[in-house]
Each structure stands twice: as C-alpha cells, then as structure tokens.
Nanobody, 124 residues
Framework: QVQLIESGGGLVQAGASLRLSCLDS????????MAWFREAPGQDREFVAA???????WDYADSVKGRFSISRDNGKSAHLQMNDLKPEDTAVYYC??????????????????WGQGTQVTVSS
C-alpha cells in the first residue's frame, strides 16, 4: 500500500526558505511520477511542480518559477525546495504520486496517490 507522508512545512517570514519532503516507506519512488500541489484557504487546489519518473522532465507553475525546485531521490523521497517565499505561497502543500505514465504534469487526475498535506505559512 502506498502511503505518502509530507514533512518540512512551517511558519516563516517572507524571503525565507523551506524544503518539503515526501516519503513512502513501502515502495521505491522510481515507479512514480511525482508532483506537488497546494491549496490555500477558500481556493481550489493548484499545481506547483512536477517531475517525471526518471527525473529528466519537470515543470513549474509560473508563480513559483525561479524560486521553487523539485527533485527526487529515487528509492527514497521527493523534495520541493522553496526559496524567497512570499505570503501568497501560504497554503497546504500536497505530495502526489502517479503510476500510469512516465510524466503526469499538471493534471491531478493522473496522480493515484496523495499525501495528507503539510502547512506552509509565510508572514509579511
């Protein structure tokens, strides 16, 4: 059974950095296309970043390009490095894993498994 567990969220000031991690104790990450989504209060869940199973293809939402970086350590974990955080980055961040394609991109429906989320709060 796949169980994704996020960690690394917290309360920081604008301009700070955080590194989110996503772990699955029961499987190797090489079998998953990975992504991060986020959901702010009163808003729909939105795409943040995605990376292919082999780590050769990736994509970012325009709002985080140049500040966030997605990476993976196949067999262990996936990460989201978040630099220069802004108050508008405040949200619950979710890790997602997909098994059907090499790369699942921005489409939530292509991800089979989701974590419970980790809160990121950025104060101004």
């Amino acid at each position: 059974q796949v169980q994704l567990i996020e960690s690394g969220g917290g309360l920081v000031q604008a301009g700070a950095s955080l590194r989110l991690s996503c772990l699955d104790s029961g499987h190797t990450f090489s079998s998953f296309a990975m992504a991060w989504f986020r959901e702010a209060p009163g808003q729909d869940r939105e795409f943040v970043a995605a990376i292919s199973k082999a780590g050769r293809t990736w994509d970012y939402a325009d709002s985080v390009k140049g500040r966030f970086s997605i990476s993976r350590d196949n067999g262990k974990s996936a990460h989201l490095q978040m630099n220069d955080l802004k108050p508008e980055d405040t949200a619950v961040y979710y890790c997602a894993a997909g098994t059907t394609t090499e790369y699942s991109g921005r489409y939530p429906s292509l991800y089979n498994y989701w974590g419970q989320g980790t809160q990121v709060t950025v104060s101004s």
